[in-house]
């Protein structure tokens, strides 16, 4: 019990922490801005909230498009972004291996080192993949766009910006309503992936997407055994991922199934609101306003099933005793 309330404990100093960094870095842009001290300082409060929380809630009609070519409130909101959406285990993990590599840089003497787990490394290389292909992806499809209108730096940063809010933070600084319907799909993948599991984020999450390609590498590879970084992934993990997919894809389908039924938006739209629903991303290409009681109803169901996870509602609707295990003679079918 003592170990955690340390633990809930050293969470909330840290969000708290984080926040009021973040805060203050934005009440200098606002304050600069706006020049009124007590605006700003609740503007900065509430974005630095509702960036780490993934939230994605802004105070601006535009969301922060008006920001669109300043650097320090991408970069902070995109910091907190990401910072919210990597788990407070994998940052504590962080903390942790860089205080034991002081120690050890600092004192003759040698000191434990404190490793980076392997759901650290997951977290950190995919998340790193995912920001750098959707900007590679983004500006691909919609340089010639969206983004013709801007400047070189404001191109790169609006990409950048947009990378990181996909991961369920909801705040865009393009207008969504005008992108490409290659660009839109592109977004749908990264919000339907999310973030990492444990964090603020939604989405299946990285860490599942990240067993999935082990496991189809090792079957590439003609292995019996999934591993990443020299570490055996157990079979049971292997199948949860494959599971939490491939229910993740049957809210997704349903959720489009019924819109596409009562909504007369085109495709790629519908798809958009229902994957950024489920995601709990909270963007838009403008059409939620304009759906009926029944899709609305639909996308609510949809964020809730995002928010605690589709296994979780599996496992607490079914209820079952855990079957004895049983094993059965091996049957040969064709497959593909």
């Not at 609707?317 to 059965?328: A, G, L, N, T």
Request: proline share 2%; glycine share 8%.
């Amino acid at each position: 019990m003592q170990k955690i309330s340390t633990s809930i404990m050293k969470i909330i100093f840290f969000t708290l922490s984080v926040e009021l960094v973040g805060a203050m870095i934005l009440f200098g842009d606002f304050n600069n801005l706006y020049g009124n001290t007590l605006q700003s300082v609740f503007y900065s409060m509430f974005h630095a909230v509702s960036a780490f929380c993934n939230a994605g809630f802004a105070l601006f009609p535009d969301s922060l498009e008006s920001f669109k070519s300043n650097m320090s409130i991408n970069f902070t909101i995109a910091a907190l972004i990401i910072t919210g959406g990597i788990s407070f285990s994998v940052i504590f993990n962080l903390i942790e291996n860089f205080k034991s590599n002081v120690k050890t840089n600092l004192f003759s003497r040698r000191v434990r080192k404190s490793k980076l787990t392997l759901n650290t490394k997951i977290v950190l290389v995919s998340t790193m993949i995912l920001i750098i292909g959707g900007m590679l992806l983004i500006y691909s499809t919609e340089h010639r766009g969206n983004l013709i209108k801007l400047d070189l730096k404001t191109q790169y940063l609006a990409v950048f910006f947009q990378s990181v809010t996909l991961r369920t933070a909801g705040f865009n600084t393009i207008d969504f309503a005008t992108l490409r319907i290659p660009t839109l799909l592109i977004m749908c993948l990264f919000m339907f992936i999310g973030g990492a599991s444990g964090s603020t984020a939604g989405g299946v999450k990285v860490n599942t997407i990240s067993v999935i390609f082990a496991y189809l590498k090792s079957i590439f590879n003609n292995r019996k055994e999934t591993t990443m970084w020299s570490s055996y992934i157990p079979k049971r993990s292997v199948n949860k991922a494959f599971l939490i997919v491939i229910l993740g894809l049957g809210a997704v389908f349903t959720g489009v199934l019924v819109l596409s039924l009562v909504e007369p938006f085109a495709f790629e739209r519908i798809l958009f609101e229902v994957v950024s629903a489920f995601g709990t991303v909270g963007l838009s290409t403008g059409i939620t306003g304009s759906l009926t009681q029944i899709s609305k109803l639909m996308i609510i169901i949809l964020m809730f099933i995002g928010r605690i996870g589709p296994m979780t509602l599996m496992i607490a609707f079914s209820q079952r005793p855990e079957q004895i295990s049983v094993k059965y003679p091996e049957g040969d079918i064709l497959i593909g």
